[in-house]
């Protein structure tokens, strides 16, 4: 019963209208994506191992190769799993709500609206959720939607080979994150968890988030710059975990880039270019795009990849052995103060490192 409380079905048709059908879905280049992929995740992990350290402990990468219908559909069904704690806890109250069946549909529109739109602009994605119940061929995959690579390939002229190599690193690199550190994967989602468990769908914790848009308007602030939606609706409680889910996104964000540019350098001479027109990319949306990525949150994602970099490249500055230390335990994690100045990060970390 509680599992209706989202109209999946619907989401899934409008994202797949919103999503539309990227013209490469057809070409005759498709056809070298599926072993490219394959042997180019294969090649990304022992580069990443040997420049990070990191080593799965979860066995080979898979690739996927998928066009934008089944990298909404994988979406859906992560969805579900991650916000299953959610739909236990309220699926009731919704279900029993005289407003119920429009809220399914108004809120499956939603997020379809946004799959959809997102489904145009992914290039690949590691899929961390792993739940033992479930099938395990459809879990830990590391997926890429074929069609948006190629339209990026023909429109900047990219050399493919290169481009999905380059891709590939980026995309293993966060899975060695969570499968080469044993405790980042349950520390990740007890985050996420932390942050679902506290939700109340209170209509009066609308009212006064709508307060609070109003008054950042008025005093000439953007109230969706700083984690979109979400942030502006969450409780202190959450938005202090969101700060933690933030700064932890932006380490692993950032030190994806970093790596996908230095584990591939002698094998990858393109990648500077890259790395400019996908930055290029990420810093051209307008309009309704626009309003779209502060909604949900994206623009503050985007701006994960540039503070985490910085942070990187400011601690390898002073130390550059003491990054490693991120990796040993949960408590050396970089919050997002720390992300956004990382001396006091190095302050608090420097004297551990010299007392051990």
Same mark, same amino acid.
């Given at each position: 019963m509680a599992a209706a409380a989202v109209d999946w079905g619907l989401a899934e048709r409008v994202?797949? %209208? $919103? #999503? /539309?059908? @990227?013209?490469?879905?057809? +070409?005759?280049?498709?056809? +070298?994506?599926?072993?490219?992929? #394959? @042997?180019?995740?294969?090649?990304?992990e022992g580069l990443v191992a040997d420049e990070t350290g990191l080593r799965s402990l979860a066995g080979p990468a898979r690739a996927r190769v998928t066009d934008r219908p089944g990298w909404i559909r994988a979406n859906i069904s992560s969805f579900q799993r991650l916000l299953r704690p959610i739909i236990d806890k309220f699926g009731d109250r919704l279900d029993t709500s005289p407003l119920a069946p429009v809220a399914k549909r108004v809120t499956a529109a939603e997020v379809g609206v946004v799959l959809g739109w997102m489904s145009t602009r992914v290039l690949g994605q590691y899929d961390l959720l792993i739940i033992e119940d479930e099938d395990p061929d459809d879990q830990d995959i590391v997926y890429y939607v074929g069609p948006n $690579?190629?339209?990026? @390939?023909?429109?900047?002229?990219?050399?493919? %080979? @290169?481009?999905?190599?380059w891709l590939a690193l980026h995309e293993v690199t966060h899975r060695a994150q969570f499968t080469g550190v044993p405790w980042m994967r349950p520390h990740f989602l007890a985050l $996420?968890?932390?942050t679902l468990g506290a939700v109340d769908p209170d209509?009066?914790?609308?009212?006064?988030?709508?307060?609070?848009?109003?008054?950042? $308007? %008025?005093? /000439?602030q953007n109230p969706l710059s700083d984690g979109g939606i979400m942030t502006l609706l969450a409780s202190p409680e959450q938005r202090a975990v969101l700060d933690e889910v933030s700064g932890l996104m932006s380490l692993l964000e950032g030190h994806g880039d970093v790596t996908m540019d230095r584990a591939g350098v002698d094998l990858v001479p393109s990648a500077e270019r890259f790395s400019r027109v996908l930055r290029q990319r990420r810093q051209q949306a307008s309009g309704f795009?626009?309003?779209?990525q502060q909604l949900i949150g994206l623009e503050a994602k985007l701006a994960q990849y540039e503070q985490g970099e910085k942070f990187i490249h400011a601690v390898e500055a002073v130390d550059p052995d003491l990054l490693d230390r991120v990796w040993e335990d949960p408590a050396n994690l970089p919050s997002l103060a720390e992300i956004r100045h990382p001396d006091t990060w190095l302050d608090r970390l420097r004297p551990a490192a010299m007392a051990s």
């Open positions: 994202a797949v %209208r $919103v #999503a /539309g059908q @990227e013209p490469f879905a057809r +070409s005759y280049h498709a056809d +070298s994506l599926d072993g490219d992929f #394959a @042997e180019f995740t294969a090649l990304a $690579v190629l339209a990026l @390939e023909k429109q900047f002229a990219f050399p493919p %080979r @290169e481009f999905r190599l $996420v968890e932390r209509p009066a914790r609308l009212l006064d988030a709508m307060g609070r848009m109003a008054d950042a $308007v %008025r005093t /000439g795009n626009k309003l779209l």
